[in-house]
Each structure stands twice: as C-alpha cells, then as structure tokens.
T-cell receptor, first 113, second 117 residues
Framework: GENVEQHPSTLSVQEGDSAVIKCTYS??????FPWYKQELGKRPQLIID?????GEKKDQRIAVTLNKTAKHFSLHITETQPEDSAVYFC????????????FGGGTRLMVKP | GAVVSQHPSRVICKSGTSVKIECRSL??????MFWYRQFPKQSLMLMAT?????????EQGVEKDKFLINHASLTLSTLTVTSAHPEDSSFYIC?????????????FGSGTRLTVV
C-alpha cells in the first residue's frame, strides 16, 4: 500500500520567517495530496490541497508544490505567525482505488514570537 | 459546508466494557466512512473503511471482532470498541468521503477521546 514519509518531525522558526515541510509518497498512482493542520485534541483541518494535474497551488501565505516524477510534495508557509504553531500532516490518496487517505508522520511547527 | 458530527467527544470506561462512537453526516450522504486512531504525538492511522450497506474493510493488524463498524445508512456510521482495555485508550476520529461535481474530499468528525481505566 501507500507509504507517506514526512520531514522534519519538528520545526522551530522565528515569527516572520518561512517554514517548509516535505513529504514523499510511494505509490505513483496517488493523485490527491491534502495538507492538514491539527491542534491538540482537535480534528485535522484542511489548509490546502493539490491534485496530480497541477504542479503548484497557492492560497495567501500557504503554498504547496508537487513533483510527480520524484513523488514528493511540499508545504510552504511564508510570514509565519505564532498562531501557525500546530502539528501539520501531509496525506495522499488514490481516487477510485479505495480513496483512503494515508497520512505522513506529522510535523510539529513552533513559531517563536 | 459539509459537517460530520461525532459523539461522544470524550468517554471514560472501565476495562472490559464496550463503547460506541457515532459519526453522523449532517448535510450530505456519506457512502464511505474512514475510521482512524491516533495515539498521543503520533499520526492518524487508518483502522477500517466502511461503505454503506456492506461489511467494513479492516487494515492489517486491526481486529474486526474487537472494533465493530456499522454503516447501515448513508448518514450514520458507528464504531464499537468491544471489551475495551487500557491499550485501546486513544483518539478515534472518523472521516467521510464527499463526492461532489466529479471531485472528492474528506470531512472529519471532531474526534472521540477514549480512556479505558
């Protein structure tokens, strides 16, 4: 089955700096790649997603890039703020093949004021 | 927007008892529901996939007789943890597959913190 690796496991940045989280996936058939932000004890919240027919997507301070050849995708957060501190998960799924999401191990992002 | 209501949010039960967790899609039909378990400081691990009207598909290592999943209607899926033990203490969360306009997405429930004492 699909295997998603995520790095780094923890990331500490200064407020205003950028943060980059990277994920790799194993199944070349994966075609949907969402990123979730999870605060302690809460449900994961979708912050951005990308489908395999697109190489990059941006939404204000958040962007995601996808390299299908290398089977990796990255989350970029610019101008980080303390409220960006949370655990971020990448995930991958294959449409019409179960559609289940396989999650990466998570990255704990800490933004220092 | 699409909402999945999950109850209870927290439950404490004695070892050996059973606990039922419900996930209800409020404004859409959830033909497929995924059940995840998340231990502290770990990722979400898929336990099983349920499709309305059929038996659930369990991931390797998940005991189907211990974690009973029922998806009898398009708006309700339940997970029952039978004969719970302390090692079953975890955060359980459901996720409904949403199909719309030729595309798809996922709506998560709010999660259930299970503590077995």
């Amino acid at each position: 089955g699909e295997n998603v690796e995520q790095h780094p496991s923890t990331l500490s940045v200064q407020e205003g700096d950028s943060a980059v989280i990277k994920c790799t996936y194993s199944d070349s058939a994966s075609n949907y790649f969402p990123w979730y932000k999870q605060e302690l004890g809460k449900r994961p919240q979708l912050i951005i997603d990308i489908r395999s027919n697109v190489g990059e997507k941006k939404d204000q301070r958040i962007a995601v890039t996808l390299n299908k050849t290398a089977k990796h995708f990255s989350l970029h957060i610019t101008e980080t703020q303390p409220e960006d501190s949370a655990v971020y998960f990448c995930a991958a799924s294959i449409r019409n093949a179960g559609n289940m999401l396989t999650f990466g191990g998570g990255t704990r992002l800490m933004v220092k004021p | 927007g699409a909402v999945v209501s999950q109850h209870p949010s927290r439950v404490i039960c004695k070892s050996g008892t059973s606990v039922k967790i419900e996930c209800r899609s409020l404004d859409f039909q959830a033909t497929t529901m995924f059940w995840y378990r998340q231990f502290p400081k770990q990722s979400l691990m898929l336990m099983a996939t349920s499709n309305e009207g059929s038996k659930a598909t369990y991931e390797q290592g998940v005991e189907k007789d211990k974690f009973l999943i029922n998806h009898a209607s398009l708006t309700l899926s339940t997970l029952t943890v039978t004969s719970a033990h302390p090692e079953d203490s975890s955060f359980y969360i459901c996720s409904a597959l949403r199909l719309k306009d030729g595309s798809y997405g996922y709506t998560f429930g709010s999660g259930t913190r299970l503590t077995v004492v």
